[in-house]
């Protein structure tokens, strides 16, 4: 039986290249990293029920939340709008796993509160479904 693990520690790189991933900023939180598909329907008229087979995967915008700095916020936003690679690592250094896609990014701030943090939405559109890396 394995064993679970905490959130803490789980980082966002990305770069032009697989080899240039880099943690540019810290995050908060992160997304689904894919989702159900999307069900075809195959029922025929001697069915007594739906029938369904498998069609495309749904997948919204991966949306990672951070604290608001203007530092921070320079460095999303210099890199918003450019094809990219992605990876979210679990464990230190990705030894829980590293799921890896490609997209591109926006950034903006988000509303607040009296009283609460300022933070930012980095939402990447997806070019290629997240994947585990392997060896």
Request: hydrophobic share 40%.
């Amino acid at each position: 039986m394995g064993r679970a693990i905490s959130t803490m520690g789980v980082t966002l790189k990305w770069g032009e290249n697989q080899n240039t991933l880099t943690k540019k900023i810290d995050i908060k939180n992160f997304p689904d990293l894919g989702g159900a598909p999307e069900m075809l329907e195959t029922t025929t008229l001697s069915d007594e029920a739906q029938t369904f087979i498998p069609g495309i995967q749904s997948m919204d915008a991966l949306e990672f939340t951070a604290n608001y700095t203007k530092t921070d916020y320079e460095a999303v936003l210099a890199d918003e709008g450019k094809e990219l690679y992605y990876a979210l690592e679990f464990g230190e250094d990705g030894s829980e796993g590293v799921f890896e896609w490609r997209g591109q990014h926006t950034v903006w701030v988000t509303g607040a509160e009296v009283n609460s943090v300022v933070e930012m939405v980095i939402s990447i559109a997806p070019l290629t479904k997240p994947t585990l890396r392997t060896a």
